[in-house]
């Protein structure tokens, strides 16, 4: 399988939970509001026999011509937006979801952004993040999944054409899923938000940012000691340097 991250930058967050670009070699994280957190913005493309996944959609920043940002990172990788056959939704908050949908502003409508592709949501965590909303969710970007034919709501845990697996786990929101992808011996693993980050994976790190971080600590080293064993590939959303490693 070829694994292809999509990098949307850096970024600073804090308790506004608004994305503010960080550049790496210029900018002092020092200078940010107390408690900003530097993430990484970073869906996965997955190239497989049969398919090319995407796993979560970004924020859904455009470019100064228009174009989605998440389908330029395609396109500089030699991968038509319109060959996407899967998306795979971890979460709906705006950094995993924003690029679900793209508004023409000109025609006033908002359209799918992966036309030809089967969306993956749980039924769930789609409930709650209409709910709930802002500041974590945005529902204008992703309520076209309610009426969308391209869409499959998920309940509990299942298999996509035997060879994807998803799980609910909860932990970073409460309804949050994983998936694990295995083809020819290989198998990737993306955590999501509950599994963000290389570093976070080999500490005992409870973020108050989780719906619950005890259990997030605990998947993640059951994870990881899992990973090592069975010698998955991880990839980290969220990581600034290592967003794959391999066991």
Not at 221 to 239: I, V
Request: charged residues 25%; aromatic residues 14%; negative net charge.
């Amino acid at each position: 399988m070829q694994i292809i991250p999509l990098s949307e930058g850096s970024f600073t967050i804090d308790t506004t939970k608004q994305f503010i670009p960080f550049n790496l070699e210029k900018d002092d994280l020092q200078q940010r509001p107390i408690g900003s957190l530097l993430v990484e913005v970073q869906p996965f493309c997955i190239v497989t026999k049969n398919d090319i996944l995407l796993i979560d959609a970004g924020l859904g920043f455009s470019n100064t011509d228009g174009t989605l940002q998440i389908h330029q990172n395609l396109l500089d990788n030699n991968i038509n937006p319109f060959d996407v056959t899967k998306v795979l939704l971890s979460h709906l908050h705006k950094d995993h979801s924003g690029g679900v949908s793209k508004e023409d502003k000109v025609l006033g409508q908002t359209f799918i952004s992966f036309p030809n592709a089967k969306y993956y949501v749980n039924k769930h965590e789609f409930d709650f993040a209409m709910a709930k909303g802002k500041p974590s969710f945005t529902p204008e970007e992703f309520k076209i999944l309610s009426t969308a034919d391209n869409v499959l709501f998920t309940e509990g845990d299942g298999k996509i054409d035997n060879y994807i697996t998803y799980e609910v786990c909860g932990a970073h929101s409460p309804y949050h899923q994983i998936f694990f992808i295995e083809e020819d011996g290989q198998k990737i693993f993306f955590g999501g938000d509950v599994a963000p980050q290389y570093q976070q994976m080999k500490n005992k790190f409870i973020a108050k940012y989780d719906y619950d971080g005890k259990l997030c600590m605990e998947l993640r080293q059951k994870w990881w000691q899992q990973g090592e064993l069975e010698k998955w590939t991880f990839l980290f959303y969220h990581d600034i340097k290592t967003p794959v490693f391999s066991f």
